[in-house]
């Protein structure tokens, strides 16, 4: 449809794929650690950093596909730098043991995509009881952001490079529950709902690149954290929703991005120029977008950030 095509005033548009957004932008020299990397718009992420020249590590919970992956990028780049890496988010000691692993690695660290995610999950507890959408989608990438912050700060001061963290979240924080995040009830099955804990989960993407901000900018450091809606996609996200699945394979081509252009979002925050400098910001389609007030609220934001710690420590 001809309003897809419109271009925002960074110059892409819903329609621009990641390699159009990255054309001509040299990431040599960056290393990135790109979560969920093994399918969806995480493998075409990975695939545009690594042909941009960005040494990847993909961080995959199935090894055996991530080792896919990553030999069909080689194939296609022989140039590439891929690594594969496993983590699974909804264990805290998984991700304890990737951000130990990585950081005895010696490798530096310019740009952290907290990409991989579950959707719209019957209610299901993580491995450390923890409702599973708000421990994989939010609280798994808030521990490895943290862990790995002081990394990130050392290479941005080596480096001179700004290091770039970027949250993949979603317009379905539109629709988290009334409260924006049940601090009291993340747990309760009598009143789950599987999309509206979805929604709360992105909300808390958000929230948490906005309080980073504020932390990152107190400290001085230079590092950038921003959030982004990716647009809705032809990936196995969808494989929780029964019909509606169905419905997303069959229409899909017709009416959604492909992971081309899903992946461009992600691709223009990690790498653009244009992006310098900008931090605390909710993208779309590769330009700035508006939030509802909640995902504004910087005391939500906090008050997430605390809740948060208490249940990773």
């Known amino acids: 449809m ?16 990641a390699e159009e957004v990255t054309h001509g932008i040299d990431g ?14 995480g493998s075409e992420t990975s695939r545009v950093l690594a042909l941009r020249g960005v040494h990847v590590i993909m961080a995959v919970r199935n090894m055996a596909a991530g080792k ?14 891929v690594d594969t890496m496993e983590l699974d988010l909804s264990s805290l000691a998984s991700v304890k043991k990737f951000a130990s692993d990585f950081k005895s690695s010696g490798r530096p660290l310019n740009l952290l995509i907290n990409n991989a995610g579950v959707m719209a999950t019957p209610f299901m507890l993580s491995k450390d009881n ?18 790995l912050l002081d990394k990130m700060k050392e290479t941005a001061r080596k480096t001179k490079r700004e290091g770039r963290i970027v949250n993949v979240a979603s317009e379905a924080h539109r629709f988290a529950y009334r409260e924006g995040v049940r ?15 979805y929604g709360q989960s992105k909300l808390a993407n958000i929230l948490h690149a906005n309080e980073l901000t504020r932390r990152l900018k107190e400290d001085g450091a230079e590092i950038i954290a921003n959030s982004l809606h990716p647009g809705m996609i032809t990936t196995n996200l969808f494989r929780h929703m029964g019909v509606f699945d ?12 492909n992971v081309q ?6 691709c223009y925050l990690a790498l653009h120029p244009q992006v310098k400098g900008v931090s605390g910001e909710y993208f779309l389609d590769n330009n700035l977008a508006t939030t509802t007030a909640k995902a504004k ?5 906090k008050r997430l950030w605390d809740f948060s710690m208490d249940l990773v420590k």
């Open 68 to 81: 896919d992956v990553k030999e069909t990028i080689v194939k296609e780049i022989p140039a590439a730098k």
């Open 130 to 147: 923890i409702e599973l959408q708000f421990a994989t989608n939010h609280l798994g990438h808030f521990l490895l952001t943290n862990l």
């Open 297 to 301: 609220d910087m005391d939500l934001a």
């Open 2 to 17: 001809w309003f897809f095509r419109r271009k925002g005033a960074s110059g892409f548009s819903y329609n621009s794929t």
């Open 246 to 257: 169905g419905l997303v394979s069959k229409l899909g081509k017709l009416v959604l991005k």
């Open 28 to 41: 040599s020299g960056l290393t990135a650690i790109v979560t969920g990397a093994s399918s969806g718009i």
């Open 183 to 197: 601090f009291d009830k993340i747990n309760d099955r009598k009143s789950y709902n599987s999309f509206g804990a």
């Open 261 to 266: 252009q899903g992946a461009s979002t992600t």
